[in-house]
């Protein structure tokens, strides 16, 4: 069965950082890649990033590029994001997401609980 | 990287038919056969209800179906049921090679 389990939320001052964890288990993790999703209170799904199988690749959206990083362990079976000079309006719940294929984006077949992150003075 | 274009809401009876669409540009919805479609309700994680523009992962009813036409992707769902009620998102592979979503659309069941 495949599972994925965010953790890493929480309350962070304007400026601030804070890294997301999410533990993958039940498939064979370096064969996929992966995404985080981001929902704000009150708003729509919109994409974060995501990584290659490999890790090799990454890709951002414009409102995070150059502040976030995303990164992949497949020895641990773990995918992160370091969120640095964090906003108001990062203010979301962050969700991992498990793409059906290894590069091109076509489709999250699984997802993880979410984990909020609230930035707040 | 602006989002696909979505209704903000459509409703139906039990037992009738709606579409959703989903229009973007020739550098997403347009140029891939990668457009998906998520069912969400609040609280909980989404769910890939079709992926490929036209195909239903294993365990989707087939009350759901997707299609595409020129920069407008669509879902339609028969048979409406009180369990269909949630919010609806398109996604798109992009030029970009970055991922778009559509703002969302909220079913009503009525």
């Known amino acids: 069965e495949v599972q994925l389990l965010e953790s890493g939320g929480g309350l962070v001052q304007p400026g601030g950082s804070l890294r997301l964890s999410c533990a993958a288990s039940?498939?064979?993790?370096?064969?996929?890649?992966m995404s985080w999703v981001r929902q704000a209170p009150g708003k729509g799904l919109e994409w974060v990033s995501a990584?290659?199988?490999?890790?090799?690749?990454?890709y951002y959206a414009d409102s995070v590029k150059g502040r976030f990083t995303i990164s992949r362990d497949n020895s641990k079976n773990t995918l992160d994001l370091q969120m640095n000079s964090l906003r108001a309006e990062d203010t979301a719940v962050y969700f991992c997401?498990?793409?059906?294929?290894?590069?091109?984006?076509?489709?999250?077949?699984?997802w993880g609980q979410g984990t909020l992150v609230t930035v707040s003075s | 990287q602006s989002a696909l274009t979505q209704p903000a809401s459509v409703s139906g009876s039990p037992g009738q038919s709606i579409t959703i669409s989903c229009t973007g540009t020739?550098?997403?919805?347009?140029?891939?056969?990668?457009v998906s479609w998520y069912q969400h309700h609040p609280g909980k994680a989404p769910k890939l209800m079709i992926y490929?523009?036209?195909n239903r992962p294993s365990g989707v009813s087939n009350r759901f179906s997707g299609s595409k036409s020129g920069n407008t992707a669509s879902l339609a769902i028969s048979g409406l049921q009180a369990e269909d009620e949630a919010d609806y998102y398109c996604?798109?592979?992009?030029?970009?090679?970055?991922?778009?979503f559509g703002g969302g659309t909220k079913l009503t069941v009525l």
């Open positions: 020739s550098s997403d919805v347009g140029g891939y056969n990668y």
């Open positions: 490929d523009v036209s």
């Open positions: 996604t798109s592979y992009t030029s970009s090679s970055t991922v778009v």
């Open positions: 990584i290659s199988g490999s890790g090799g690749s990454t």
């Open positions: 997401a498990k793409d059906r294929y290894n590069t091109k984006s076509r489709g999250f077949d699984f």
């Open positions: 039940g498939f064979t993790f370096s064969s996929y890649a």
